[in-house]
């Protein structure tokens, strides 16, 4: 049989395997069980209206041909101002490129960013995905521990300590996926300086800017001089609870937005028309539903971590943004993925286990806010009275949900 492509090799990371449970949580789900489903970031709470109205119209106006390949001139206008308006800095439609969300952003902007034999700095735990993305490249990913005890904030030092001759970017995540961890204006001018000092990009994941809780969003386009090495990935997916319109977009130098012509002309072929004029609904103005998302997010927290401060072996970090809660199980005598497969089968709760984030979640466990009041409650009864079993050693962690004890 003819080899496959070593890009198959590089895009099977660690982080594939987190799914697992997800996967299987799913398919309980369809066979009719009772799952209280936590584990992905897909928002429960429907789009904006003015943004289903604007898509709905796009569509019987006919808006289904083919678009400009890096997007309408109009939408990157609206984008790039909203850019400027949130950071204070200059953002011009030049800078801006539109792309089918956040991750298939981190992609094209990887791709153009580092290759083979290039160093890539994350901090870690990372989201599931950016191994792969790394890897797609051809470049190393280099990991920084974020430490729990230090509630997952970044380490300044260790991360100036891993740069080398290699290394091409800086990448950065904030709010951060999985931890909530989100950073001080002081952390993110020290990694921009760490940037300049040795001439690298930063790339900056922002698809949580909207859900930060403890303190603002600080996007290191907003620091003087540093548009020029910035790039800043984001969406709509998350604040304006639309996933599948797939609306997102780079911001970058004018350069690397030729650069990202190419890539799309060869891959994409631009946007679909109709979900770009209902993104423009959402891009021109702050919908007031994307502020009541983000109150809401904030009071699941709150919600969810009083519950699970109740359970035994276990250890709960509130949030400083997103939309998960963080549990530390380390304790519980089983690892995360064990923990979460158990909980699922016997509880029917799926929780997604950090392993696959980096070693530095390992023994934690990510829970998904996108659930409502009552059912969030729910779930956390059932973690509580789980990890309560776990402790008195009463639990078969094998067994599935209607199986007999």
Same mark, same amino acid.
């Given at each position: 049989m003819p080899a496959y492509s070593p890009l198959t090799q590089r895009i099977a990371g660690r982080g594939a395997g987190a799914w697992k449970v997800h996967f299987e949580a799913m398919q309980m789900a369809a066979d009719g069980q009772d799952v209280v489903l936590l584990t992905v970031g897909d928002p429960d709470q429907a789009p904006p209206e003015p943004v289903i109205a604007a898509t709905i119209d796009a569509l019987r106006r006919h808006r289904t041909g083919y678009a *400009? #390949?890096?997007?309408?001139?109009?939408?990157?206008?609206? #984008?790039?101002?909203?850019?400027?308006?949130?950071?204070? !800095?200059?953002?011009?439609?030049?800078?801006?490129?539109?792309? *089918?969300?956040?991750?298939?952003? &981190?992609?094209?902007?990887?791709?153009?960013? @580092?290759? *083979?034999?290039?160093?890539?700095?994350?901090?870690?735990?990372?989201?599931?995905?950016?191994?792969?993305?790394?890897?797609?490249a051809g470049a190393r990913l280099i990991n920084v521990p974020l430490r729990p005890e230090k509630s997952f904030h970044p380490d300044i030092d260790a991360m100036a300590r891993a740069i080398t001759p290699r290394t091409r970017l800086l990448w950065i995540n904030s *709010?951060?996926?999985?931890?909530?961890?989100?950073?001080?204006?002081?952390?993110?001018?020290?990694?921009?300086? &760490?940037?300049?000092?040795?001439?690298?990009?930063? &790339? +900056?994941?922002?698809?949580?800017? =909207?859900?930060?809780?403890?303190?603002?969003?600080? +996007?290191?386009?907003?620091?003087?001089?540093? !548009?020029?090495?910035?790039?800043?990935?984001?969406? /709509?997916?998350?604040?304006? @609870?639309?996933?599948g319109f797939r609306l997102g977009w780079i911001a970058g130098p004018p350069e690397l937005a030729a650069h990202l012509f190419n890539l799309l002309l060869c891959m994409l072929y631009g946007g679909p028309p109709?979900? !770009?004029?209902?993104? /423009?609904?959402? /891009?021109?103005? =702050?919908?007031?539903?994307?502020?009541?998302?983000?109150?809401?997010?904030?009071?699941?927290?709150? /919600?969810l971590c009083e519950i699970l401060e109740r359970a035994p072996r276990c250890r709960v970090r509130r949030p400083e943004g997103g939309m998960f809660v963080l549990l530390d199980v380390r304790e519980s005598g089983l690892t995360s993925e064990e923990f979460a497969r158990a909980l699922l089968r016997r509880t029917g709760v799926a929780v997604l286990p950090c392993d696959g984030f980096g070693p530095s979640a390992r023994g934690h466990l990510r829970i998904s806010l996108t659930a409502g009041e009552e059912r969030l409650r729910e779930a956390g009864r059932r973690i509580v009275a789980f990890a309560a079993e776990l402790a008195a050693g009463s639990t078969r962690p094998a067994a599935k949900v209607g199986e007999a004890q």
């Open positions: *400009p #390949i890096t997007g309408y001139p109009e939408v990157r206008r609206a #984008i790039a101002a909203r850019m400027a308006r949130r950071t204070g !800095q200059p953002c011009g439609e030049e800078n801006v490129v539109v792309v *089918p969300g956040t991750q298939a952003g &981190l992609f094209c902007a990887m791709n153009c960013l @580092a290759g *083979p034999g290039d160093e890539v700095i994350v901090p870690e735990p990372m989201y599931a995905t950016y191994e792969a993305v790394a890897g797609a *709010p951060h996926n999985p931890t909530g961890a989100v950073m001080t204006g002081a952390e993110v001018e020290a990694i921009a300086g &760490l940037c300049r000092r040795h001439d690298l990009w930063l &790339l +900056s994941d922002e698809v949580y800017e =909207d859900m930060a809780h403890a303190r603002p969003h600080v +996007s290191p386009w907003s620091l003087p001089g540093m !548009q020029e090495r910035t790039i800043v990935v984001s969406s /709509l997916s998350k604040s304006h @609870a639309m996933p109709f979900i !770009q004029d209902g993104a /423009l609904a959402a /891009l021109k103005a =702050d919908l007031p539903e994307v502020a009541a998302m983000r109150r809401t997010y904030g009071e699941r927290a709150a /919600l």
